[in-house]
């Protein structure tokens, strides 16, 4: 009796070990499946950063070989309107005052007194006598901004903003411009043509 109760926990604690066994197996092989799912996780990953690497790579060679084109609504930076300007100051002065409603040596007094006294200034592609030039040429012509640009090559945008620099700063030194009551030349009073024009009564 006591031999047969020895054998039996003998095939027990054999059934336990086995099933101890197998179960270090079972826990072995799925963590040996996990490991190897990370490592073709890791794998793919790997080969996605180095196919994006080889796009890019291409991408650097081609943009470095071939000149991209500017699109055809964006304008160029010009020479024109400056090389336009000094030409026409240097040629027929009467030309010029015909042009611009007065003569060149005009021109540039009133340019060195916006320069001195205002904030109209030379940009870094726009000297100040061609933005004179643009605010004279539409206040004298009543020209639009289709004539401008044709001229000196600007876009519509930056004929206006020349014009309102002009036109603002022309008002900073208005009080200083414009002629008092009773300091009008004699020969503009004499003149049927300008009185009318300049005269000045008290009080306005």
């Given at each position: 009796?006591y031999g047969e109760n020895e054998l039996q926990e003998d095939e027990i604690e054999g059934e336990e070990i086995d099933e101890e066994e ?135 945008f930056t004929a206006s903003i020349n014009f309102n620099k002009v ?38």
């Amino acid at each position: 009796m006591y031999g047969e109760n020895e054998l039996q926990e003998d095939e027990i604690e054999g059934e336990e070990i086995d099933e101890e066994e197998t179960d270090g197996e079972d826990m072995d092989v799925k963590k040996f499946e996990e490991d190897e799912e990370f490592y073709e996780i890791i794998k793919h990953l790997l080969m996605a950063i180095q196919a994006v690497v080889h796009v890019l790579n291409e991408f650097m060679i081609v943009m470095s070989e071939q000149h991209v084109e500017r699109p055809l609504t964006r304008q160029q930076i010009t020479t024109k309107g400056l090389n336009y300007i000094h030409n026409v100051l240097n040629q027929d002065p009467e030309h010029f005052r015909q042009r611009y409603r007065m003569y060149p040596d005009v021109f540039r007094k009133l340019c060195s007194i916006l320069r001195e006294k205002t904030l109209l200034q030379n940009t870094r592609f726009i000297c100040e006598e061609e933005i004179l030039a643009t605010f004279l040429l539409i206040v004298g012509h009543n020209n639009r901004y289709c004539l401008v640009r044709d001229t000196f090559g600007r876009s519509y945008f930056t004929a206006s903003i020349n014009f309102n620099k002009v036109l603002k700063a022309l008002n900073t030194i208005t009080s200083d411009m414009l002629a008092k009551p009773g300091s009008l030349p004699s020969k503009l009073k004499e003149s049927t043509r300008f009185y009318p024009y300049f005269k000045v009564k008290p009080g306005i």
